[in-house]
Structure formats: structure tokens, C-alpha cells
């Protein structure tokens, strides 16, 4: 179980985000099997096709941007650039811009690797949630204080349902 395997830097980044591991977890796991399954798509072409073909141009184009960036500072090379249908890249499938805004490294380190490297995924995905009003020892069921946060992961209210009962499945098995 992924809890158990990852429990030192779990707890390390439950001490410094307040997002516990369950939920973390669930989200790794639902968004790409705890990284198996990261996408093939050419987040280039992905990006610069929705920017040029869709109701969002102005949102795609900002992302093929900072698409841009993440090979300009050296985070990856553009063969590594490859990820889900919409851009998305990483094992929890951040957009550029959150890659930029969000991505840590979990050692404390410069250097972020969202693809390989599932601490700095795991506490990128904290510090995401942190900033998006997570709330430390409050629980994320519809209704509850971190809801909102799940939420702002992804804006489909049954996807936020869905991480919030297979966290709480988790926290029952630990």
C-alpha cells in the first residue's frame, strides 16, 4: 500500500502543508495509478492545439507559455513534455501553470521533478491544496472545511467527491 510505502515523506509533508496522506494518496492514485499512467500526449501539440482550437484560447495559450518556461528553466527537456490530452503533466497531472506555481521539492532542494520523483508530486500536490485553503485537522467530505480545496484540485464536484471517499477507504485501512 502506497501509504505504508511512502509514510516518511507522508508525515513529513502532513508536519508542513496539514494535508494527510490519505488524500494524497487518493488523488496520485486516481489521477494516474500512482504514476503508471502519466499520458503520451505531446503536451506542445496538446497545448497548441486548445489554444488555437477551443472556447478557452486565452487559458491555453497562457499554459503553452509556461509550458515553455518549465523547458526554459530546465525542469524538463521538451521530449519529456508528454502528458494528458488537455496539457496536464506529472503524476498528479498539474497544468504548466500550477507545475510553475506550485511544484516543490520535498527534500528542500531547487530542483522539481513532477514526473519521476513521487515526494516532490506528493508535496507539490500538498502545497497546491495549502494554497487553496486547506485547512490543517479538518476533514474534506462535502460539507466539511477542506471540500472546497478538493474542489479547486479539480472542478468537478463528483471527481472531489470521489478523493474524498477514497480517502476516507484510506484512513479507514491505516
Excluded: H
Amino acid at each position: 500500500m502506497m501509504l505504508l510505502a511512502y509514510a516518511e515523506p507522508l508525515e513529513r509533508i502532513e508536519q508542513r502543508y496539514g494535508v494527510p496522506g490519505p488524500v494524497l494518496v487518493a488523488i496520485w492514485g486516481l489521477e494516474t495509478d500512482y504514476g503508471s499512467g502519466l499520458g503520451n500526449y505531446p503536451t506542445f501539440s496538446a497545448l497548441a492545439t486548445l489554444a488555437y482550437d477551443c472556447r478557452r484560447a486565452d487559458l491555453y495559450r497562457a499554459e503553452l507559455i509556461d509550458a515553455l518556461t518549465i523547458v526554459q528553466r530546465g525542469l524538463l527537456t521538451p521530449e519529456e513534455m508528454r502528458g494528458a490530452w488537455a496539457g496536464e503533466l506529472g503524476q498528479t497531472q498539474f497544468m504548466p501553470s500550477a507545475y510553475l506555481r506550485y511544484g516543490v521539492s520535498s527534500n528542500g532542494g531547487r530542483a522539481v521533478d513532477l514526473m519521476r520523483n513521487s515526494a516532490d508530486v506528493l508535496a507539490s500536490t500538498a502545497n497546491f491544496l495549502q494554497q487553496k485553503g486547506w485547512k490543517r485537522e479538518e476533514k474534506w467530505d462535502p460539507g466539511d472545511p477542506n471540500f472546497a480545496a478538493l474542489v479547486e484540485w479539480n472542478a468537478a464536484e463528483v471527481y472531489a467527491r470521489t478523493i474524498a471517499q477514497f480517502a476516507d477507504r484510506l484512513t479507514e485501512a491505516e
